[in-house]
């Protein structure tokens, strides 16, 4: 079995910053890419951020030159740092990871964490 858990979440004002932490853990064989997501209310589930294994990173222009996606391989965690928060960032965020377990290690497969929720308020 395989948990991705979702932590740092909470209230902030504009302009703040939080930091997110999703830590997976179980039979894990490999992790692939890790990726951040966001949903806001009546929203489709969008991508944030995503990082591959060897640490190339991609994001959202809405996020671009404010939030910095990280990851730790040793402790199959990946961070997703935010700063100058906006109102518009308020959602719950995801993350997912494509990762490969020891029972199926020749295939890799999409796992998600339950979600955090940030709110961004004055």
């Known amino acids: 079995q395989v948990q991705l858990v979702e932590s740092g979440g909470g209230l902030v004002q504009p302009g703040g910053s939080l930091r997110l932490s999703c830590a997976a853990s179980g039979s894990i064989f490999s992790i692939d890419d890790m990726d951040w997501y966001r949903q806001a209310p009546g929203k489709q589930r969008e991508l944030v951020a995503t990082?591959?294994?060897?640490?190339?990173?991609n994001y959202a222009d809405s996020v671009k030159g404010r939030f910095t996606i990280s990851r730790d391989n040793a402790k199959n965690t990946v961070y997703l740092q935010m700063n100058s928060l906006k109102l518009e960032d308020t959602a719950v965020y995801y993350c997912r990871a494509d990762l490969r377990t020891y029972s199926a290690s020749y295939r890799s497969d999409g796992y998600w964490g339950q979600g955090t929720q940030v709110t961004v308020s004055s």
């Open positions: 990082i591959s294994r060897y640490g190339s990173t």
